[in-house]
């Protein structure tokens, strides 16, 4: 299976400037699950939206191939952000109506919808209006949705916003499970989430992508770049002001920095093993 994308290009106009929120993006997914990282308007939300087919694109060409039908329109599963829902619907009458949406009829439909729910931990609140959801809820509603009628390809808008901990690690384990027959495409600010189940990572800025590969690869970018030292409190600002901290931990009598840079910080400082944070801490400071 394959999604081609090739040479998409997005502009809008500001004011009276053109401005690429995406500039010749070319890349080809595979099975597997894909990470989207970058700040505020590197153009994550405008890629999503032109391959789930809510806006157009100014030009480039998508393909894809899976040994049937071109059309990959109908095998898409997607949750955007700050998806809404009807309130008075169930969630078991709402994924039932987004089954009849994607016109997807399993044999026990009612069984199929609780299986649904089951794997976003909503199976006992199945018969509750979603009115009375909370933010986190929804949410995981959300992704249900998404994954109704076993979708070819899925992508997912800042999935787990809204999620504790222990639903966010669920979430991970149901992408990862999807992951190995499908096209995942998962974008979020939440660095440990692509982390922990993205096999390529994909990091975005001003519309193009920087740098792309295995997060183990791209570590490698910034190897022999990341610091830490021990500073006393006084010295703390004085440091975040001048370099790049992705970490600051309290030890009670002095404080850990881990620091992104280029030479040694200070005479103390040692080099430590980079994780996907200080590659994007690297890239695009704190997003």
């Not at 894809?64 to 619907?89: T, V």
């Not at 590969?213 to 703390?236: A, M």
């Not at 901290?245 to 881990?258: A, E, P």
Request: net charge negative; aromatic share 8%; proline share 3%.
């Amino acid at each position: 299976m394959e999604l081609k994308l090739n040479g998409i290009t997005k502009s809008y106009t500001k004011g009276k400037k053109r401005r690429n929120a995406l500039e010749d993006f070319t890349f080809t997914f595979n099975e597997g699950v894909y990470g989207l990282l970058g700040p505020n308007g590197a153009g994550k939300s405008t890629l999503i939206n032109i391959i789930a087919g809510i806006i157009g694109r100014d030009s480039g060409d998508i393909g894809f191939q899976d040994g049937g039908s071109g059309d990959y329109i109908s095998h898409l599963g997607f949750m955007p952000q700050g998806i809404d829902f009807y309130r008075n619907f169930t969630a078991l009458d709402y994924i039932k109506y987004i089954m009849t949406l994607k016109r997807y009829s399993p044999a026990d439909p009612d069984g199929y919808a609780t299986e649904i729910l089951t794997k976003v931990n909503l199976q006992n609140d199945a018969r509750k209006k979603i009115g009375a959801f909370s933010g986190g809820m929804k949410q995981r509603l959300g992704i249900a949705q998404a994954i109704v009628g076993e979708p070819r390809i899925l992508i997912f808008d800042e999935p787990t916003a809204g999620l504790d901990a222990k639903e966010r690690i669920r979430f991970r384990n149901v992408i990862s499970s999807l992951g190995t027959d499908k096209i995942v495409l998962l974008a979020t600010h939440i660095v440990t989430d692509i982390a922990y189940v993205a096999k390529t990572v994909i990091l975005m800025d001003n519309g193009r992508i920087i740098e792309t590969g295995p997060q183990e690869k791209l570590c490698d970018t910034v190897k022999g770049k990341v610091w830490e030292c021990h500073v006393q409190n006084s010295e703390v600002m004085d440091y975040m002001g001048r370099l790049r901290v992705s970490n600051v931990h309290n030890n009670g009598t002095d404080y850990t920095l881990r620091i992104i840079s280029e030479e040694r910080p200070d005479e103390n400082a040692v080099l430590c093993e980079p994780s996907l944070e200080d590659v994007c801490i690297y890239h695009f400071g704190d997003m």
